[in-house]
C-alpha cells in the first residue's frame, strides 16, 4: 500500500500548475486555481529579503522534499527547486514553506522562505 502525503502532493501539483501558467500551456481559470491555494495572510520572502505575494517566475523540477514538523493540521516542510526565467537566468533555491490542512484535505499555503543555494 501507498500512502500519499498531501503536502508533498500540493508542492508537487502546484509546481506543474504554475509552470504551465508561464510556458502557456495552462487552461482557463489556472491563474484564479494557484491564487486559491494561498491563505489570504500568506507571505513570502525571496532571498534577497524581499516580502510580496505569491507572483513566482518559471519553475523546473523539486527535490529533496521533507517534513520539518507536522501537526494534526498543519506542517512545515523544506525541499529544493531549480528556477529559470524568461531571459533564460538559473538558480536552486532551498525553500521552506509553512502549511495549513483544512477540510477534505485541502492544503493552504500560510509562508514560504526562499534562500539561494549552489545544489
Known amino acids: 500500500m501507498t500512502?500519499?502525503?498531501p503536502y508533498f502532493d500540493e508542492l508537487r501539483d502546484i509546481h506543474v500548475?504554475?509552470?504551465?501558467?508561464?510556458?502557456?500551456?495552462?487552461?482557463?481559470?489556472?491563474l484564479e486555481r494557484i491564487m486559491a491555494r494561498f491563505a489570504p495572510q500568506f507571505t513570502l520572502?525571496?532571498?534577497?529579503?524581499?516580502?510580496?505575494?505569491?507572483?513566482?517566475k518559471s519553475r523546473s523540477p523539486i527535490w529533496r522534499l521533507?517534513?520539518?514538523?507536522?501537526?494534526?493540521?498543519?506542517?512545515?516542510?523544506k525541499y529544493r527547486e531549480y528556477q529559470r526565467d524568461n531571459a533564460g537566468n538559473a538558480n536552486v533555491r532551498?525553500?521552506?514553506?509553512?502549511?495549513?490542512?483544512?477540510?477534505?484535505?485541502?492544503?493552504?499555503?500560510?509562508?514560504?522562505?526562499?534562500?539561494?543555494?549552489?545544489?
Open 45 to 56: 520572502f525571496t532571498p534577497q529579503g524581499a516580502a510580496r505575494g505569491p507572483a513566482r
Open 3 to 5: 500512502t500519499t502525503n
Open 66 to 77: 521533507e517534513i520539518v514538523a507536522e501537526y494534526p493540521s498543519a506542517a512545515v516542510v
Open 94 to 119: 532551498r525553500s521552506i514553506a509553512v502549511m495549513d490542512l483544512g477540510a477534505n484535505v485541502q492544503v493552504m499555503w500560510r509562508h514560504l522562505q526562499e534562500t539561494f543555494c549552489t545544489e
Open 17 to 30: 500548475e504554475i509552470q504551465s501558467l508561464f510556458d502557456g500551456s495552462a487552461n482557463e481559470g489556472a
